[in-house]
């Protein structure tokens, strides 16, 4: 969370970075399978993220960031997503 607060605050192209690569971990990392509801709420808070981030004032989008971080650390995890598509994508290549 420190290091994605850093990211925010720094400009609105950071918040952005940061919104967008918690979108991909919630598939990459969390598992879909026993809480399928993560995927749609850390969408819909990076979102609400990029459009409510203010210049100088970047607190809102912190605060719909941090919601999404917190929710996925208390998730559990599971690589599967990830290694499904380093599998599917490793045979696409053949």
Do not use: W
């Not at 971990?25 to 995927?39: G, M, W």
């Not at 960031?65 to 290694?83: F, P, T, V, W, Y």
């Amino acid at each position: 969370m420190a290091f994605a607060c850093e990211l925010i605050n720094t400009s609105k192209s950071l918040c952005s970075m940061v919104a967008n690569r918690l979108e991909v971990i919630s598939h990459e990392d969390i598992d879909t399978q026993a809480n399928p509801l993560i995927v749609p709420f850390v969408a819909t808070a990076a979102a609400q993220a990029k459009a409510n981030y203010q210049e100088g004032n970047p607190g809102k989008a912190r605060l719909f960031l941090g919601n999404a971080i917190r929710l996925m650390c208390r998730a559990q995890k599971s690589r599967e997503g990830d290694h499904f598509q380093a599998a599917i994508g490793q045979r696409a290549r053949r």
